[in-house]
């Protein structure tokens, strides 16, 4: 695994905007599949001692994918994400929030517009991640909750599944 590459991450306050880049040693064709398939989604998206675990997944225009967030002592976050544009292998966009394992949303917590490009080059590929929030105390709310740590861990989760 290399272990230069590329980790970006910033909070644009203003804007309500956070952007995430990352790069990571594999071609865009498997770091695409690693974004878009539940059964590698399952082995990366969660920060350890967490896991992910799919319910449902349909990566299409108007589909979802409806996973739990899985702890330790066996508590479970869900949430649930909605493919509004999907570009194969360049980009993809996607409502993110909060729900229960039915995939009804909870509107107590922020939800989220991402927007995820996908860019190869010289055999590495970075993806450049935009997370919209409607308002500043949505953005907060997801700093507070340990979104930047839980993240990264999870990218770097994502580097050794591509390492394999």
């Known amino acids: ?3 230069n590459l590329l980790m970006n991450f910033s909070v644009d306050k ?3 905007r956070v952007k995430v880049e990352r790069e990571f040693a594999a071609p865009v064709g498997k770091v695409w599949a690693a974004w878009t398939q539940s059964e590698l989604l399952d082995q ?3 920060p350890r001692p967490w896991k992910a675990r799919t319910k449902s997944m349909d990566f299409r225009v108007g589909g979802s994918w409806l996973y739990a967030m899985v702890g330790p002592e066996g508590e479970e976050h869900w949430a649930k994400v909605e493919y509004k544009t999907i570009d194969p292998q360049q980009k993809f966009t996607a409502n993110d929030a909060f729900c229960d394992e039915n995939g009804t949303i ?3 917590f922020a939800q989220a517009l991402w927007t995820n490009t996908f860019t190869e080059a010289n ?3 970075t993806v450049s991640v935009a997370i919209q929030y409607d308002k500043l105390e949505d953005l907060e709310q997801m700093i507070e ?3 930047k740590e839980g993240f990264t861990m999870a990218l770097g ?3 050794e599944l591509l390492d394999k």
């Open 123 to 125: 055999g590495t590929t």
């Open 44 to 46: 990366w998206w969660a």
């Open 14 to 16: 203003e804007n309500n």
């Open 106 to 108: 909870n509107n107590e």
């Open 1 to 3: 695994m290399k272990s």
């Open 157 to 159: 989760n994502l580097d």
């Open 145 to 147: 909750m340990g979104f």
